[in-house]
T-cell receptor, first 114, second 113 residues
Framework: QQQVKQSPQSLIVQKGGIPIINCAYE??????FPWYQQFPGKGPALLIA?????SEKKEGRFTISFNKSAKQFSLHIMDSQPGDSATYFC?????????????FGTGTQLKVEL | NAGVMQNPRHLVRRRGQEARLRCSPM?????VYWYRQLPEEGLKFMVY????????ESGMPKERFSAEFPKEGPSILRIQQVVRGDSAAYFC???????????FGQGTRLTVV
């Protein structure tokens, strides 16, 4: 059962555009929602994260929008650059005694063209 | 402060052989997570360990897979009698405490031929 659904699978935008990646979750116990960026041959790196008590969080050109009632959250990349071309994963965790176990979405391959 | 170190970066094994993947956490980190990434898929949690203890192995296949994190030395993910379906990228992540953010290594890409 896919607990975090991510779309689209791939995305191509022009330089300066605003790609938007969407995720939806089912488990209402999730309480922390990070986004990861992964370049080919590398491990995922934390980009930005949000908790459900806020509806939006901005860090530089990256913004997370969060809709708790719809159980959806999205990543917006402002003024996208070719260097942003990577695979982006949304994820979620829930408070358990088992540490910070992440449930990942299936990923979005983003390509930013000149 | 070096990041999470995984070795080898690439590993080729024939069907039926054993694969041993190593993960050295960041300095001061005593919590380790292992994830598997199949082609065109997201990462899937396998196991969470603290020094000398397995805390959560709910994502580990019931057979052939085992993990350890000894008092001294790296964490080891061991896959016995590998099959082609084990071909994947295996990532390790470490964190200083149970609830702090974990940092990922660059992964070990296992190919079973």
């Amino acid at each position: 059962q896919q607990q975090v659904k991510q779309s689209p699978q791939s995305l191509i935008v022009q330089k300066g555009g605003i790609p938007i990646i969407n995720c939806a979750y089912e488990n209402t116990a999730f309480d922390y929602f990070p986004w990861y960026q992964q370049f080919p041959g590398k491990g995922p790196a934390l980009l930005i994260a949000i908790r459900p008590d806020v509806s939006e969080k901005k860090e530089g050109r990256f913004t997370i929008s969060f809709n708790k009632s719809a159980k959806q959250f999205s990543l917006h990349i402002m003024d996208s650059q070719p260097g942003d071309s990577a695979t982006y994963f949304c994820a979620a965790t829930q408070p358990t005694g088992g540490g910070n176990k992440l449930t990942f979405g299936t990923g979005t391959q983003l390509k930013v063209e000149l | 402060n070096a990041g999470v170190m995984q070795n080898p970066r690439h590993l080729v094994r024939r069907r039926g052989q054993e694969a041993r993947l190593r993960c050295s956490p960041m300095k001061g980190h005593s919590h380790v997570y292992w994830y598997r990434q199949l082609p065109e898929e997201g990462l899937k949690f396998m196991v969470y360990l603290q020094k000398e203890n397995i805390i959560d192995e709910s994502g580990m296949p019931k057979e052939r897979f085992s993990a350890e994190f000894p008092k001294e030395g790296p964490s080891i993910l061991r896959i016995q009698q590998v099959v082609r379906g084990d071909s994947a990228a295996y990532f390790c992540a470490s964190s200083p405490t149970q609830y702090r953010e974990a940092f990922f290594g660059q992964g070990t890409r296992l190919t079973v031929v």
